[in-house]
Each structure stands twice: as C-alpha cells, then as structure tokens.
T-cell receptor
Framework: QKEVEQNSGPLSVPEGAIASLNCTYS??????FFWYRQYSGKSPELIMF????GDKEDGRFTAQLNKASQYVSLLIRDSQPSDSATYLC??????????FGAGTQVVVTP | GAVVSQHPSRVICKSGTSVKIECRSL??????MFWYRQFPKQSLMLMAT?????????EQGVEKDKFLINHASLTLSTLTVTSAHPEDSSFYIC???????????FGPGTRLLVL
C-alpha cells in the first residue's frame, strides 16, 4: 500500500466548474497536509496546507481534512485553463518525513 | 519569502563527466534541504536529505558515491552527479525546509541531459 494515494487522472473539468481532488494516506499519525501544484516541466509550488480537521479556504481553493477517514481533498472553484496542472498531495508522516502522492492531472477545458 | 534557487537550470553533458547542481535558500536559513529526482510523467522521488554540517541521508536504492551531497552552510546545498550516464538524465529538484513552517519550498529544478 502506498503511503499517499491519489487518482492519477486526468480529471477533465469544464471552465468555471469545480474541480475536486482526493487524497488518502496510510499513516494515522500524520499531522500536516499539503497541496502542491506542478505545471509541466516546472517544479512544484505550494498552494495550500491544512493541519486541522475541517475546511480551509484560500481564494478559489478549499482544502478539506478528515483525519478519522485519513482523507484530504482539494476543491478548485471557478476552474480556469491556467489551473490545468498536476496537483500533488503531500503528508508529513508521524516520523517527520514529507511523503508525496503521485499526483492528479487536471485539465480545464474552455 | 521562502525563495529557493537552483543553478544551473539546464545542463547537457557527456557520459562519464560530473555535474554539480547548486541549491540556495535566498531569504531564509535551511538546516535541512532535500534532493528529488523526477522522470517524465512520474512523481517526485526523494533521493536524499541534506543536513547542514553533517552527512546526507540517502534513500534506499540511491548510490551515495554517485550522488555526492554537500551542505556546507545554512543556505547552500550541492548535488554532484559523478560519472554521469544517460540513465541519469532527469529533472533534479531541491527543496528547503523553512523551519517553523513545517513545509518545503522547492527550487525551480535542473534539467540534466547526459549524452
């Protein structure tokens, strides 16, 4: 079992719609959770982090965390073509290591 | 804040030569830096964790004698790919641990092509 799992996609989303990305993790002791965006040929950039159960909103992005279900998600509202990228979920494990998922490719279609 | 730079951004070298990649934290001190490798259409693979003033910790399967890491100061870590071969061609990305932020900030990456 991978420590951080994501659906590889591609997730096709019409422009203006909501993109919903999911991530599950295996280490129940994980406390910190991050979403990175990576454009093709570029390095990842941090877009959201969340530590507590519930929702955290930042602009068009909302991160949702459910530690009981070991599940973290990212919603992108009013999706734009510029949101087309691979989104990486990352989790700091109980032994302090940042583990990345394989990423979900999002394609926003005009 | 939290800017990480890498140099060079792109390098082409002949098989058998060595290549050095620099990673710098520009506006913060990083006691820990990380080196990743990413092949096309694959996720990031952690190669090693570099701690300032001590030996790097390598992930399983990564040859420490081939990928030399030096972290001489709180703002600079270097990765040297020794005796590079075509299979070492990849996108090498460093990141730095911003103490207190509990996350990593990535450099722009170095694309290595070994002919």
């Amino acid at each position: 079992q991978k420590e951080v799992e994501q659906n590889s996609g591609p997730l096709s989303v019409p422009e203006g719609a909501i993109a919903s990305l999911n991530c599950t993790y295996s280490d129940r002791g994980s406390q910190s959770f991050f979403w990175y965006r990576q454009y093709s040929g570029k390095s990842p950039e941090l877009i959201m982090f969340i530590y507590s159960n519930g929702d955290k909103e930042d602009g068009r992005f909302t991160a949702q965390l459910n530690k009981a279900s070991q599940y973290v998600s990212l919603l992108i509202r009013d999706s734009q073509p510029s949101d087309s990228a691979t989104y990486l979920c990352a989790v700091v494990t109980s032994w302090g290591k940042l583990q990345f998922g394989a990423g979900t490719q999002v394609v926003v279609t005009p | 804040g939290a800017v990480v730079s890498q140099h060079p951004s792109r390098v082409i070298c002949k098989s058998g030569t060595s290549v050095k990649i620099e990673c710098r934290s520009l506006d913060f001190q990083a006691t820990t830096m990380f080196w990743y490798r990413q092949f096309p259409k694959q996720s990031l693979m952690l190669m090693a964790t570099s701690n300032e003033g001590s030996k790097a910790t390598y992930e399983q399967g990564v040859e420490k004698d081939k990928f030399l890491i030096n972290h001489a100061s709180l703002t600079l870590s270097t990765l040297t790919v020794t005796s590079a071969h075509p299979e070492d061609s990849s996108f090498y990305i460093c990141s730095a641990d911003n103490v207190g932020k509990e996350t990593q900030y990535f450099g722009p990456g170095t694309r290595l092509l070994v002919l």
